[in-house]
C-alpha cells in the first residue's frame, strides 16, 4: 500500500515491473546522500585551504618585520637587561601582527652574525636571543651564511622562526593534518654599522 501511494505521487499509476523500472521516486535523495559527504569534504577542505595560506601571510609577514625592527636599532640597551626587555617589547608588537591566527606558537630566534675580517664566508654569532622557546646558536658559535651575503668585516641580523598551525577540520579532511609546523628565515642588513645587544660592545667582535 505505502509503494503504490509512492508510485502514484510520481506518476506510476500501474505496479507492474515496467511503471517501476521508469519510476524515479527517491532518485534525488539517493543522488544527494552520495554527493553531500564529497561536498562537505571539499568545503571544508577549501576553508582550510584559505586559513593556512593566511596564515602564511601573516607569518612571514611577522618574521620579516621582526628583523626589521631590530635592524633598526644602533643599541638595544645600555645594559643586558634593558637591551632584553626592549627586546621584549618588539616581540609583543610581532605578537599583534599574527592576529586572528594565535600567537602562542609563534617561536623567533634572533641573532648577530658577523662575517670574519678577512672572509665573508666565515662568520661568528655575535649575540643572540630567544622568544617563546626558540632554538638559537650559541654565542660566538661558528654560522654557515650563504655564499657571498656578507663582505670582509659585515654583519647581518638574523631571524630564525617557526609557526605552529592548528586547524579547524583538518582531521576530517583526506590528506590534511590537524596541526602543520612551518618554519622561515630572514636575514637583514644593520642600518648602522652593526646592532650592539648592549651599547658599544659588539660593534669591536668580541669573539
Known amino acids: 500500500m505505502i509503494c503504490r501511494t509512492m508510485v502514484t505521487i510520481r506518476g506510476c499509476t500501474s505496479p507492474s ?20 559527504p564529497l561536498l562537505l ?13 593566511n596564515a602564511d601571510r601573516h607569518f612571514v ?4 618585520s621582526a628583523g626589521d625592527l631590530v635592524a633598526r636599532e644602533a643599541d638595544l640597551g645600555t645594559t643586558q637587561a634593558a637591551a632584553t626587555a626592549n627586546l621584549n617589547g618588539m616581540m609583543q608588537s610581532i605578537k599583534h601582527l599574527m592576529q586572528p591566527y594565535d600567537a602562542n606558537s609563534l617561536k623567533l630566534g634572533i641573532f648577530s652574525v658577523r662575517a ?7 662568520a661568528k654569532v655575535e649575540w643572540r636571543y630567544s622568544y617563546n622557546g626558540a632554538s638559537v646558536p650559541a654565542k660566538c658559535a661558528d654560522y ?12 647581518v641580523i638574523i631571524v630564525d622562526a ?3 598551525f592548528k586547524s579547524l577540520f583538518g582531521s576530517y579532511v ?9 618554519s622561515n628565515k630572514s636575514y637583514h642588513s644593520p642600518r648602522n654599522k652593526c646592532v650592539n645587544y648592549v651599547e658599544g660592545d659588539n660593534c669591536i667582535n668580541p669573539c
Open 61 to 64: 609577514g611577522a618574521v620579516s
Open 41 to 53: 569534504l571539499m568545503l571544508l577542505g577549501t576553508i582550510e585551504l584559505g586559513r593556512a595560506i
Open 17 to 36: 515491473a515496467r511503471n517501476i523500472a521508469r519510476c524515479e521516486s527517491g532518485g534525488a535523495a539517493v543522488e544527494f546522500g552520495i554527493l553531500a
Open 162 to 164: 617557526t609557526y605552529g
Open 116 to 122: 670574519s675580517a678577512n672572509d665573508g664566508n666565515k
Open 174 to 182: 583526506p590528506g590534511m593534518r590537524s596541526s602543520m609546523t612551518w
Open 144 to 155: 654557515t651564511l650563504p655564499k657571498d651575503i656578507l663582505a670582509p668585516g659585515g654583519s
